[in-house]
């Protein structure tokens, strides 16, 4: 019989270590799934992790790295207070989707007002409060019903995705788009765009966002009194209730914060990247946030790296598409191996695996 049991004391440094040995293990999978598929493992792996940077064609996918690991540190610093606090929110998906129809309503409403001034902070503002109030579901519900979080704040993203479908064949269509689908253009509308700020490297808002949210962060979880409860409450929660930590009130401020960094994440991707309101405008950064987070050891500084990296793989992944053909499902999968091998070598380091005798 297979024994499970924790260990008593686990390793520090295994525990650092973990975050390069899953990206190891990665490689090494995903090379053979590669294979599989009849790509040359080597190229595959050179063009989604050297390529983008170093390669020929690097001027260009090095902007866009920036803009793909923008919005996903921002959601994963968020995700990360409530992961260490013990409140899972795996709806971040959802949020990051009312975020950018809040804000993206609010400035349609005022089109074609030329006081960007007025429009973006608005925008900005609306696009926070949307996934914050979203987000407020589940806490509600967990705080008065006691339900899971995680059940709910995922079904959620479910309801999200159909609002937005609706949205975009309805409320919020381009009445001047002949009958298809989607919102005006925001990134056209200089008082809601949210442009370049450095030419060529792909800085936007959002990213200025991201870096400001990792610093935040960490001043928070290692300076402020908050931050320590959100430490204590994840990992002794009767300790923290008895010097007075509320975890209900934790509840609330972890889900809203959570949310209301995805809202803003999906604000800045529909007013720049995206540029509109479409019924395709989630690509599932909410889900591989959660990854970032684990990846980053709920760590803001960790998160910043790990936002880069996923990022990287992003694009290495339209790279290796474009170059030899490699499916967009082969990339999907290469980024679930990566939480794959994280939580299972995570699982070694604090536990130990041995066989037993079954007893007579």
């Known amino acids: 019989m297979i024994v499970i049991e924790k260990r008593p004391s686990p390793s520090a440094a295994w525990g650092y270590l973990t975050p390069v040995i899953a990206v190891i293990a990665t490689m090494i999978a995903g090379g053979l799934m590669f294979a599989a598929l009849g790509k040359d493992p080597f190229q595959s792996l050179k063009l989604i992790f050297w390529d983008p940077l170093f390669g020929d064609f690097a001027f260009y996918y090095r902007q866009q790295l920036l803009i793909k690991a923008g919005p996903l540190i921002l959601i994963a610093i968020g995700l990360s207070l409530g992961f260490r606090a013990g409140i899972w929110n795996i709806g971040a998906e959802g949020q990051y989707i009312m975020g950018a129809i809040f804000g993206a309503a609010v400035g349609l409403a005022l089109y074609p007002m ?5 429009v973006f902070p608005l925008m900005v503002l609306f696009g926070a409060l949307g996934g914050f109030l979203w987000a407020m579901i589940p806490a509600l519900l967990k705080t008065r019903f006691n339900t899971n979080e995680i059940l709910v704040s995922l079904l959620l993203v479910y309801v999200a995705e159909q609002i937005l ?40 808002l959002g990213v200025v966002a991201a870096i400001i949210a990792v610093l935040l962060a960490a001043i928070l979880l290692s300076r402020h009194r908050v931050g320590f409860d959100i430490k204590l409450m994840g990992v002794a929660p009767k300790a923290a209730a008895f010097s007075g930590v509320n975890r209900n009130r934790m509840v609330f401020l972890c889900l809203g914060i959570s949310g209301g960094l995805a809202g803003l994440a999906g604000l800045f991707e529909v007013t720049g990247p995206s540029g509109q309101i479409t019924d395709s405008f989630n690509v599932g950064y909410g889900f591989v946030a959660i990854i ?8 803001p500084l960790g998160i910043l790296a790990a936002g880069l990296l996923i990022g990287l793989t992003y694009i290495g992944g339209d790279a290796a598409q474009a170059g030899i053909g490699l499916p967009g499902a082969a990339i999907q999968a290469f980024q679930g191996m990566l939480l794959f ?7 070694l380091t604090q536990f130990r695996v041995r066989v037993a005798r079954l007893a007579a």
């Not at 002949?178 to 370049?196: C, D, K, M, V």
């Not at 970032?292 to 760590?299: D, K, S, T």
């Open 341 to 347: 091998f994280l939580l299972a070598f995570d699982l």
């Open 114 to 118: 030329e006081a960007r001034w007025l």
């Open 165 to 204: 479908a609706m949205m975009s064949f309805g409320l919020l269509r381009n009445p001047d788009g002949q009958g298809f689908p989607g919102s005006r253009n925001l990134a056209r509308w200089e008082s809601a765009q949210n442009p370049e700020l450095i030419a060529g490297t792909g800085a936007h």
């Open 292 to 299: 970032v987070a684990f990846l980053g050891r709920l760590n």
